[in-house]
């Protein structure tokens, strides 16, 4: 009698860690966010007293600016813990590297192009075939995200766990000293931020286990330490202390805040309209900046009519958040069409160069 083979045991999915169901409604929380700051802060924030929601608005880009990308690179490397001491030898490693320079690249280019055609006072706006050579090296657009994602594969692919708190040291020195390295441009985020995605990608078990605390355990054992944290970020923005002290005092406890509520907040509504578009979060990434210069070159800022509409208190509560949904809604019908026309080479490495990478 020949032997069987084991039979698999029963899966609870419900413990999995993979895609752990809310991950890609955090990514969309991030990608929102990302849009309402720079909505704010590219086109609402350069109108001084536009109407009586100012400063309600002011504060919600303010939250947006400290979530965003503490937020997005945390969720990378949870989706990332799998190159962990992989080693650059691997394959899928080099892919996954290759895959983050390549749509680098790619869209620079688009926003150079792009940008030959429009005013050069845009925000991120690339001066120049030289400002395009110092960029593939220095970022200094929105891009810069992508440039990290890809160095930050790197290192950890270079990594094993053991050495976790070597690195998360290293990690938050790099934190609290890359800004004052900074010569003006975007360059100095990339490592201010890798000590989320590192931790992330070399202690995943940290989140899992953050999103199964129950709420009478987080809210005794946890929140009252998330609190004291932005209480203590709030009280060194004060004093004379570097600002990178604060800022990350402030996004630590953001961030474990917004993984608890998003596990505990999973399968509402709002969390599902939030992963629908978390799965879309490169595509608007990559998109809404491009949409956000067209619209600032409408000149709309300039007509009298459009500043009196904004003084009106309806309009000024729900403009904000209309136009990021527009900008959002353009995003994802402009990669509907790219992907229509065949321009998938825009969102995606070529199959013909991540074949030949693989080997096959």
Known sequence: MSEQPPVPPRVNRSQQPARMYWIDSLRGAGVLAVVGFHVWRWHLGELPGWGPATSVWSQSASLAGTLRMPLLYTIA??????????????????????????????WLLVYFVLGLMLPESLPHHIHGVGDLARQLLLP????????????????????????????????????????SLSGGGQAYKIPQ??????????????????????????????????????????????????????????????????VWVGVALDGWWVMKALAALG????????????????????????????????????????????????????????????????????FTLPAVIAARVRGR
């Not at 990332?80 to 892919?95: N, P």
């Not at 989320?196 to 989140?207: L, R």
Request: proline share 6%; glycine share 6%.
């Open 140 to 179: 200094d657009t929105p891009l810069w995200f992508i440039w990290g994602l890809g160095a930050y594969t790197v290192v950890i692919a270079c990594l094993t766990p053991r050495w976790l708190p070597a690195v998360m040291v290293g990690a938050v020195a790099l934190a609290l000293v890359a800004p």
């Open 193 to 258: 931020q890798l000590v989320f995605f590192v931790f992330a990608a070399m202690a995943p078990q940290a989140f899992v286990d953050l999103g199964a605390m129950p709420a009478r355990r987080f809210a005794f054992r946890v929140l009252p330490v998330v609190l004291v944290a932005l209480a203590c970020s709030y009280a060194i923005s004060q004093t004379a202390a570097p600002n990178s002290v604060a800022w990350l005092l402030r996004c630590v406890p953001t961030v474990v805040l917004a």
């Open 77 to 106: 490397g949870l989706l990332s813990a799998k190159y962990v001491g992989a080693g650059l030898s691997q394959r899928r490693v080099r892919v996954r590297v290759l895959t983050c320079f390549y749509l680098y690249v790619a």
């Open 279 to 346: 799965r879309r979060t490169m595509p608007v990434y990559v998109i809404h900046l491009p949409v956000l210069w067209l619209f600032i070159s409408l000149g709309l800022a300039e007509a009298s009519w459009y500043r009196t509409a904004l003084d009106n208190p309806v309009v000024s509560v729900g403009y904000p958040a209309v136009l990021g949904a527009a900008v959002i809604g353009c995003c994802l019908g402009l990669h509907r069409v790219l992907l229509t026309l065949r321009c998938d080479g825009l």
